[in-house]
């Protein structure tokens, strides 16, 4: 979960540096996604989404599905809305907390039913 986290900031990082990709170019298409695949930082981000991969199929061979995604998923959340508040500048909302708090609460519900 938290390596899939670092991957996305990892891979935010270059693609934040690089700026927006211009989608009615086909060259500016073929560029960006060149200079992103070659940054090495994207490649360090692309072998930590690998290895989450790795330990989501041992996660799931000691969990109950239906615990280890919520949590999963409320973890990348609380990771990638912070990160993106604190490194990139995001303009912070209450939607972003509201729902960061939300996502919480259903993790207190779903546990209480354990």
Same mark, same amino acid.
């Given at each position: 979960?938290?390596? /899939?986290?670092?991957?996305?900031? =990892? @891979?935010?990082? !270059?693609?934040? $540096?690089?700026? %927006?990709?211009?989608?009615?170019?086909? $060259?500016?298409?073929?560029?960006?996604?060149?200079?992103?695949?070659?940054? +090495?930082?994207?490649? !360090?981000?692309?072998?930590?989404?690998?290895?989450?991969?790795? =330990?989501? @199929?041992?996660?799931?061979? $000691?969990?109950?599905?239906?615990? %280890?995604? +919520?949590?999963?998923? %409320?973890? /990348?959340?609380? @990771?990638?809305?912070?990160?993106?508040?604190?490194?990139?500048?995001? %303009? +912070?909302?209450? /939607?972003?907390?509201?729902?960061?708090?939300?996502?919480?609460?259903?993790?207190?519900?779903?546990?209480?039913? /354990?």
């Amino acid at each position: 979960m938290i390596l /899939n986290s670092l991957g996305a900031v =990892a @891979i935010k990082s !270059v693609v934040h $540096r690089n700026g %927006a990709i211009d989608p009615g170019s086909a $060259r500016g298409l073929v560029g960006f996604v060149t200079n992103t695949l070659m940054a +090495p930082l994207v490649l !360090v981000g692309l072998f930590s989404i690998g290895l989450s991969a790795c =330990a989501w @199929i041992i996660a799931l061979s $000691r969990m109950q599905l239906s615990i %280890a995604y +919520p949590v999963a998923v %409320a973890l /990348n959340c609380l @990771i990638v809305v912070s990160v993106g508040l604190a490194v990139f500048g995001e %303009a +912070p909302s209450w /939607n972003k907390f509201a729902g960061i708090g939300l996502l919480l609460v259903s993790l207190l519900i779903l546990f209480l039913d /354990n």
